[in-house]
């Protein structure tokens, strides 16, 4: 259905530093690329011009140089960022015969995956580009700006920065300081330089480890298997997107913060702020895909995984304009599926904000040190980001556990290239059974949008529960 009709290499309007950048938080990430889209519905069509858009997108690649250039091995298994300016590749394809609203709620399968550029992942990695843009035009006259962001160069927020400055530059609009000077220091992120800064983080023992920490970082490691029967080899993941009004967020969250739970704390038995909207949908989502999950096995262990931004968690805090990964996982306590059903949200809210709070400079400054001593670092990847080992043999074996992954705060609405303010912006593919990604829509009217990825076999009943439970 959709058509490429040409496609660029872009390279930075003006010469860049040719260096190479190192982050051990980058290391846990995966080579392959974030896909996300923005769909328009402009009233100027004759704005919609490909080569105004690749000459922002040069003069944005002149600025933030390293999504212009490569990963490349480095010892163990490891990647750094090799600032060589190959450029970031720009497509232009349409999809006649469709319109947006064909789109429908903009459910992250079919029609919609084919909105991002396609990625080869049997090419080096040294010659897979770190940024692939495609513009989609449809019959209607809207268009669509898939996104495919490599996970190993920057995360969401360092993403959203990017593409917002390139779309003031395609207005014409002048940059301001924080545009014009993203943070690019990889070593902030860099074990060998931070264990030396900061108080009280401990010293290195002859062992390469440091005397003393107290996480355990779980969250690298594998999550709880499933303990039920085995599927079948022909099970497939579905994915749905689940709409909250304003109103069904409130109500949510009256519902976990009124429930008499003992154990919302930080880790340190000190109480905490209310639950946030993310921290009771999140909650809500783990009870929920539980109890459709549930075969009378009670005693199945689970865990809820989740992302935090720390860069303004550690001590000094990064610049807000710190344009790496500074994306640490964090996990809650491992429970079962007895204990988030026999207990209203609150509870299951409350494991998720204990995970999220415990995330601060020394529990970074730990995961660092861990990543640097990590002998396989594949290993990670696969715990990081996928929810179980969830096959066996040929036949799905079944995941017990959520990753939930926020976008709540990511300013979309700035991604105006001169047609508008995108009115959805979302994920595009989801291959992850049990990965969930929470996004706000852009007219601040409070609604949410829940895109999950689940066994078919459990998607009808997790539906129904899903707003049963909050009426």
């Given at each position: 259905m959709v058509s490429i009709q040409s496609s660029y290499t872009v390279t930075p309007s003006e010469p860049t530093p040719d260096v190479r950048l190192f982050s051990l938080c980058e290391q846990i990430k995966l080579r392959t690329h974030a896909p996300s889209f923005y769909a328009y519905k402009p009233t100027n069509f004759d704005k919609i011009n490909i080569h105004n858009l690749r000459d922002a997108l040069s003069k944005a690649l002149s600025i933030y140089y390293p999504i212009a250039g490569r990963l490349c091995w480095t010892h163990g298994g490891r990647w750094e960022l090799h600032c060589n300016a190959k450029g970031a590749l720009l497509i232009e394809a349409s999809c006649k015969g469709k319109t947006l609203d064909d789109l429908g709620d903009f459910v992250p399968n079919g029609l919609v995956t084919q909105l991002i550029p396609n990625i080869d992942y049997t090419a080096p990695l040294e010659e897979t580009p770190i940024l692939a843009v495609q513009l989609t035009r449809f019959s209607c006259g809207g268009v669509t700006?898939?996104?495919?962001?490599?996970?190993?160069a920057l995360d969401g927020t360092g993403g959203m920065r990017f593409i917002n400055t390139w779309a003031k530059l395609a207005r014409g609009e002048?940059?301001?300081?924080?545009?014009?000077?993203p943070c690019h220091d990889r070593t902030e992120l860099n074990s060998r330089k931070i264990t030396t800064m900061g108080s009280g983080f401990p010293t290195h023992g002859q062992n390469g480890h440091s005397d003393h920490s107290d996480h355990d970082h779980s969250e690298y490691g594998a999550p709880p298997p499933w303990l039920g029967?085995?599927?079948?080899?022909?099970?497939?993941?579905?994915?749905?997107?689940?709409?909250?009004?304003?109103?069904?967020?409130?109500?949510?969250?009256?519902?976990?913060?009124s429930t008499n739970v003992t154990s919302v704390d930080n880790g340190n038995g000190e109480m905490t702020k209310p639950f946030s909207s993310f921290e009771s949908i999140a909650g809500h989502l783990w009870r929920s895909v539980s109890k459709a999950r549930y075969q009378g096995n009670n005693s199945q262990p689970t865990r809820l995984t989740t992302l935090v931004n720390c860069r303004n968690r550690l001590k000094p805090p990064l610049p807000p304009v710190y344009a790496g990964n500074a994306a640490f996982p964090t996990a809650t306590p491992t429970l079962t599926f007895g204990d988030l059903m026999e207990n209203p949200v609150g509870f299951a809210a409350a494991k998720v904000k204990g995970a999220i709070a415990k995330v601060d400079d020394a529990f970074v400054r730990s995961a660092l040190e861990y990543i640097d001593n990590v002998k396989d670092m594949n290993l990670?990847?696969?715990?990081?980001?996928?929810?179980?080992?969830?096959?066996?043999?040929?036949?799905?074996?079944?995941?017990?556990?959520?990753?939930?992954?926020?976008?709540m705060n990511f300013t979309y609405d700035h991604a105006d290239f001169g047609w508008g303010v995108p009115y959805y912006f979302g994920p595009v593919y989801m291959d992850a059974?049990?990965?969930?990604?929470?996004?706000?829509?852009?007219?601040?009217?409070?609604?949410?949008?829940?895109?999950?990825?689940?066994?078919?076999?459990?998607m009808p009943a997790f539906k129904k529960i899903f707003y049963d439970d909050i009426d």
């Open positions: 700006v898939g996104v495919a962001m490599c996970r190993g002048p940059l301001d300081e924080s545009d014009q000077y029967s085995l599927g079948t080899e022909d099970a497939k993941v579905a994915v749905e997107v689940m709409k909250l009004t304003g109103e069904q967020v409130k109500k949510l969250k009256m519902k976990a913060t990670v990847r696969y715990n990081f980001h996928y929810p179980a080992k969830s096959v066996h043999k040929g036949a799905w074996k079944g995941n017990p556990n959520l990753f939930v992954v926020s976008w059974e049990g990965k969930a990604f929470c996004l706000n829509k852009p007219n601040g009217d409070g609604t949410v949008h829940v895109a999950i990825a689940l066994d078919s076999a459990h």
